[in-house]
């Protein structure tokens, strides 16, 4: 029997949960859990229906496993994709009456924004450190870029500063957020 | 997807603001759920993302904002200025308390001295009781500047309102809203009969040419009919837009009504 120790691989895993190998199971979650909540983040922009979506996900995944309807297990990412996007799809269209996800606007009413689904304490504290490191022109542009969403060309004009130099700024800005949320985030 | 064209596509960032089409999106959700190093990137860039427009939207990234100061540093400023006054404190009451008292000879000496007149001697109690209560007059260090602080959080985010009507003909200006510098957003409105059997409204706005800008769902109408969805300022910029209200019920949509709305920033 595999202990969570173990890395199997998706081929492994797959012939494993078609036995019935419960911990075969809970190593599937443990694999992808993290990547369908992001992705239920990233279209619903709630954290609750995000936990919904992948609860769900996970429980037809695991079903379909054990039924044998994935042909090949170099398809499982995909497989899990698929699923992940139209449980959203489905719970999208019971909440809030629209048909498509292209037509789901997130920002309801000021309710479940990408912000409030992101954002936790050291996301917001690496922020201003890494911004410390900015000068007053660069904090600017990260606004007008991905605020305001206003294009580089205004950008640069507005600001003075070439364009290429922009796309320096913004990923050593980057860089530097990465890294501190790292640190603050180590366990 | 390779990481090459991931890379030279920007295929991450422009997946965390949904600038992706449909196909894209999903290709490179494919890609991440195979790959554990884009997987990690998109989601440092989509926290990244999210606390730049937090801080956006709080002011911290404005032309004349304060330079930040890295979250660390705050905590050495109050906690110096408790300490030092707490030191201070503590050193006047204990001289206060533990000062050698004269004698009564040394006291009667000093007031032969100075020939004082009985009223103005004060009573060491009274010195004490002076020394360790406040001034009244005088407010916390930094009550006021915190107060005004909460203020002008509070007036950012106050989002300019405007009652949209039906337009009456061609003479008419339509609606018109003023969407000041610092808004994140405004709220649009309409009045309804009151009792609509509407479970959820949609309002579904469009630019000058008839493309759409963006769609915010709202909830039940207020008891007195009153239809209210918050729109993020990023979507209104300068210009005409169209405005459909559609009101949704049992997986059906009906128009309700259509509202030209003009939008201002001074």
Redesign the interface.
């Known amino acids: 029997m595999p202990t969570s120790l173990e890395i199997l691989s998706n081929q492994e895993l797959v012939t494993r949960i078609r036995q019935g190998d419960a911990e075969a199971e809970a190593m599937l979650y443990e694999k ?1 859990s ?2 369908v909540y ?2 239920a ?2 279209e619903i922009h709630s954290k609750e229906d995000a936990e919904d979506a992948r609860a769900e996900t996970f429980l037809r995944v695991i079903q379909a496993l054990r039924q044998d309807k994935l042909r090949s297990a170099d398809s499982l ?2 497989f ?2 698929g699923i992940t ?1 139209n449980v959203i799809r489905e719970l999208v269209r019971q909440k ?3 048909d498509s996800l ?4 997130y ?4 309710d479940g924004s ?2 409030q ?4 304490a050291e ?7 890494a ?2 490191q900015l000068k ?1 022109r660069e ?2 542009f ?2 007008m870029y ?4 206003l294009p580089k060309e205004e950008i640069a004009r507005k600001l003075g500063i070439k364009e290429e130099r922009l796309r320096l700024i913004k990923s050593r ?2 860089q530097s ?2 890294e501190i ?1 790292k640190k603050m985030t180590k366990p | 997807m390779t990481h090459q064209e991931i890379k030279d596509g920007e295929i991450i960032e422009r ?3 949904r600038q992706l089409a ?1 196909d894209e999106r ?1 290709a490179f ?2 890609h ?3 790959c554990d190093e884009c ?1 990690e990137q ?16 709080k002011g ?4 004349n ?1 304060a ?6 540093k705050n905590l050495f400023t109050p906690a110096i200025g408790f300490a030092a006054a707490a030191l201070i404190l503590a050193a006047t009451l204990g001289w206060l308390v533990f000062r050698q008292p004269s004698t009564p000879r040394e006291d009667f000496a000093s007031q032969q001295q100075q020939s004082p007149s009985p009223n103005q001697t004060i009573a060491p109690d009274q010195n004490i009781a002076q020394a360790a209560s406040p001034s009244p007059e005088k407010p916390e260090k930094n009550e006021r500047p915190k107060l005004q602080d909460q203020r002008d959080l509070l007036a950012q985010n106050r989002a300019p309102v405007v009652l949209l009507e039906s337009s009456r003909g061609a003479g008419d200006s339509g609606n018109q809203l003023t969407l000041p510098a610092n808004a994140s ?1 405004a709220i649009l409105r309409i009045e309804i009969e009151p009792g609509s059997p509407f ?2 409204f ?1 309002f579904q706005l469009f630019d000058s040419a008839r493309r759409p800008v ?6 039940k109408a207020s008891s007195r009919g009153v239809v ?5 300022a ?1 979507h209104l910029q300068n210009g005409k837009y169209l405005v459909k209200c559609l009101g ?1 019920k049992d ?1 059906q ?1 009906v128009l309700i009504g259509e509202y030209d709305l003009i939008v201002r920033q001074p």
């Not at chain 2, 911290?60 to 032309?63: D, T």
């Open positions: 992808f993290a990547r992001f992705t983040l990233s990412p995909a899990i994709v996007l809030y009456r629209v292209e037509d789901y606007e920002d309801i009413a000021g990408l912000e689904a992101m954002l936790d996301t917001g504290r690496a922020l201003e450190e911004a410390s007053p904090r600017q990260l606004r991905f605020y305001e969403e800005a980057l957020f990465r949320y | 997946y965390v603001r449909p999903r959700q494919e991440y759920f195979a997987f998109a989601q440092t860039m989509a926290r990244f993302v999210a606390a730049v427009r937090q801080a956006s939207r911290s990234f404005a032309e904002a330079e930040p100061v890295a979250w660390w957003s479970t959820s949609q963006t769609t915010v769902t709202s909830g209210s969805a918050n729109v993020p990023r949704l997986g949509r």
